[in-house]
């Protein structure tokens, strides 16, 4: 018989499939005294199945990754324990400077804003990439809980 832990895992497929279908993360970088450093933001999936995050390029999360390319984000949905469901992933970190790559990346990134962008925004929206990098998170290893798969069983 399967453990719960088992019932409840989701495939790597599942995982990226749930994250394509999400737009926040907690992203846990290393900083340099050890101690994780965490942030909530917006991400995307690319196509193919990379995080891509968009950030100054002076930020603390893109200094630690510069220091040790590795990062993990979370994603958790669900309001009860029958609901819950999060993936991890544990990821390597390049740091994307290339304008057209990063361009190609934003595409992919997921805002809460449903509005569209005046020609105004657009225009500032183009001046801060000479400020910006996208941090391009590579998953090497899914870590994750769907409780709805207990069907209601505890």
Partial sequence: MPSRRDLIR???????GYLRGQCKTVLGTIGKDGMPHMVTLYYGVDPQGRIVISSFAKAQKVVN???????TITVETGDTYHEIKSVMAQCN??????FDEMRAAMQH????NPRPHTEEAQEQIRASYAKRV???LTPFRFISWDHSKLEGKY
């Fill in 93 to 98: 970190v390049e740091i994307v400077r290339d």
């Fill in 134 to 136: 996208v941090l391009r």
């Fill in 65 to 71: 990754v510069t220091r040790d390319p590795r990062a």
């Fill in 10 to 16: 989701m495939s790597d497929e599942e995982s990226l």
């Fill in 109 to 112: 990134i997921r805002s809460a």
